[in-house]
């Protein structure tokens, strides 16, 4: 079978071709363009997002520094030695837990991480050993 019984010469053959492929792909991209963008902007904005259970990374990097703080006031303070107690933050709340020397170390720190910036409240988990 030839071509020349459905097109005149070859070059309306690859001219009718090239544009039938030129507009799937077209109609490919944009629907790939369309369905991406808002699927990457929900993905962006989700993942950094904060949860009830999960921080979001600026709150992260937050808890980090009120992390680092609390654990440097605590060393700082003659009392209290650092390697008994744990610090861990949660969106601005701190707990402490552990084993320490007496009730005065608890009371102490707890004195000492209320006084750290940032610092919302203070969840007590030590214990007198």
């Not at 507009?23 to 991209?29: A, D, N, V």
């Not at 993905?43 to 950094?48: K, L, P, T």
């Not at 744990?86 to 707990?95: A, I, R, Y």
């Not at 837990?97 to 000492?112: K, W």
């Amino acid at each position: 079978m030839s071509l020349g019984i459905y097109f005149n010469d070859q070059a309306s053959f690859k001219r009718l071709f090239w544009t039938n492929i030129m507009k799937s792909i077209t109609k490919s991209m944009l629907f790939i363009t369309l369905l991406a963008f808002p699927l990457m902007a929900v993905v962006s904005i989700s993942g950094c997002a904060s949860t009830s259970t999960q921080s979001g990374t600026g709150e992260y990097i937050d808890d980090s520094v009120i992390t680092a703080k609390v654990k440097a006031a605590i060393l700082n303070e003659e009392t209290l030695k650092v390697a008994e107690i744990n610090v861990e933050t949660f969106k601005g709340v701190v707990q402490l837990s552990g084993f320490v020397s007496s009730q005065a170390d608890i009371d102490r720190a707890v004195v000492v991480t209320r006084g750290v910036a940032g610092v919302k409240s203070v969840k007590n988990d030590m214990r007198v050993k």
